[in-house]
């Protein structure tokens, strides 16, 4: 499954109401880190599909989601478990570091 869209309307639904953990990409269009990211993100939601649900926030276009959860520089990766915050990660970060997070 590629990465999903998350939006204020669906947050709910696909990342607190998700029965798989959830990994959130908050970032944004002219963010250099969050390009070099994004690849790898691809590859993780793909990897570990059925295991781990993989959604991606625009901070500019959802800036309330993105204040709600501290997102002070992007990209940020945040983990959510049965509806919590539990891990996160800031700025680009090897695969491995991503994975060891799951």
């Known amino acids: ?6 939006t204020e309307a669906n947050f709910e639904k696909e ?3 998700a029965e798989l953990p959830v990994l959130v990409d ?4 002219w963010c250099g880190p ?5 690849p ?5 939601a793909k990897e570990y599909e059925g295991r781990v649900k993989v959604g991606k926030v625009n901070v500019d276009e959802e800036q309330e989601l993105a204040m709600k959860y501290r997102v002070a520089s992007i990209p940020t990766l945040v983990l959510f478990k049965d509806g ?3 891990k ?9 570091q991503i994975e060891s997070m799951l």
């Open 34 to 38: 969050c390009k070099m990211l994004s």
């Open 15 to 17: 990342v607190l109401g």
């Open 26 to 29: 908050f970032w944004a269009d």
């Open 1 to 6: 499954m590629a990465e999903i869209t998350i």
């Open 88 to 96: 996160r990660s800031v700025g680009a970060v090897p695969k491995s």
């Open 40 to 44: 790898i993100i691809a590859d993780i």
């Open 84 to 86: 919590q915050a539990v």
